[in-house]
């Protein structure tokens, strides 16, 4: 039988990876697939450029349309990132009956629901594996793997970029900017690398997860979002002398009233495994009623590690390219006259515990202003520790552990906090989870 030709959108990071991993494993593919898969078109805004991989047999232009509505390409692998160009191209793609496989996550999570209609009107499959995790298969994990189970929530590090930046922050004392520099260099930032450490890419990520967990629409605009940019190395010493680690996690939850969609850097016990996923490795953790607690971990950036989700996406692709489009797995895990209408809960609404850290005048009664102030807004205790003043400042570090409370009421509390006189400044907020297996 003859190889499926493939149209490649972007000769980047990721592009390459995939023209490699094909052609390394073309042996092992067929075998899987049934059929060869060949890149045989492509499209990058320079063709000129030297590249580390092999183009050869590899029609390239500049324009992704030519790539698009090709006859010969029955596949399009979208890999130029962003949601303006790849969306007319993708759009454009379907409008063909062209099947889609992307790694964009910008593109699913802002579009998805859009695209996936349409999809499903021309019977085509879009896949996007690579979107979430890197190379981690999370995406088949949860829609198929899972499929069994009433999924309760799922917290993970879906950005890598992040993770390497506290993981050196914490081990080597490295300041913020030089590991962002390497991270980079290294190829796993995002183009806009604000995305990486304002938590959007990770925002991205978390709205998919959530909609093939829960089987809800794609909703990226209602997602709670928070980057790292605020966390000081003294944070990530006290929460390590108080047994925790900050991790930045995407954490989606069911609840009675909704669901939680929430970015944030957060404490979490040194003891759970995904507290010790560092670098730019990437994990997931996955609460099933039936299953239980289950962890994904993985690569969660870079050229291959991101090839083999896009590579595995093919496969899967030319797998189904002449199954019943009636009887494929649904784009977003559930069936799509069957997603769920529960709203998405506002921070306010959301219910977690807190780390609190604040700068004190070192005199008789603070404390106790503190605690009334906590008191009165039902927000309980579980721990503190003050710290001396460093030489040449007055003020003393108090930092508190809370019992979990409506994010809400920590909210008001902190504000009659920094109104005290006997407080500096703003109180530095963190939330915490215990990820047990409730
Ligand atoms: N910038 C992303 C990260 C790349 O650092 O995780 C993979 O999506």
Known sequence: MEPVKVGLLGLGTVGGGTISV???????????????????????????????FDTSNIKLTTDPLQVVEDPEVEIVVELIGGDSL?????????????????????????????????????????????????????????????????????????????NFILTEMRDKGRDFADVLAEAQQLGYAEADPTFDVEGIDAAHKLTILASIAFGMPLQFDATYTE???????????????????????????????????????TLIPERRLIANV?????????????????????????????????????VDVVRALTSDPENRVPHLAFQPDALSDLPVLSMEEVETAYYLRMQVQDKPGVLADVTRILGDHGISIEAVIQKEPREGCPHASVIMLTHRVIEKNMTDAIAEIEALDSIEGAVTRIRMETLNAQ
């Open 86 to 162: 790849a969306l007319d191209l993708v759009m454009r793609a379907i409008e063909q009956g062209k099947h889609v496989v992307t790694a964009n996550k910008a593109l699913i999570a802002k579009h998805g629901n859009k695209i996936f209609t349409a999809a499903r009107e021309k019977n085509v499959m879009v896949a996007f594996e690579a979107a979430v995790a890197g190379g981690i298969p999370i995406i088949k994990a949860i829609r198929e793997g899972l499929a069994g189970n009433h999924i309760q929530w799922l917290a993970g590090i879906i950005n890598g970029t992040g």
């Open 278 to 314: 560092d670098g730019v490795m990437n994990a997931v953790l996955v609460m099933g009623d039936a299953v239980g607690p289950t962890l994904y971990y993985g690569a969660g950036a870079g050229a291959e590690p991101t090839a083999s989700a896009v590579v595995a996406d093919l």
């Open 22 to 52: 094909l052609r390394r494993n073309a042996d092992e593919i067929v075998r899987r697939a049934g059929r060869g898969i060949e890149i045989t078109h492509a499209a990058a805004r320079d063709i000129e450029k030297p590249r580390s």
């Open 227 to 265: 980057g790292i940019t605020q966390i000081t190395r003294d944070d990530v010493t006290y929460a390590e002398e108080l047994g925790y680690r900050i991790k930045h996690l995407g954490l989606t939850r069911r609840t009675d009233k909704g669901f939680e969609l929430r970015v944030h850097p």
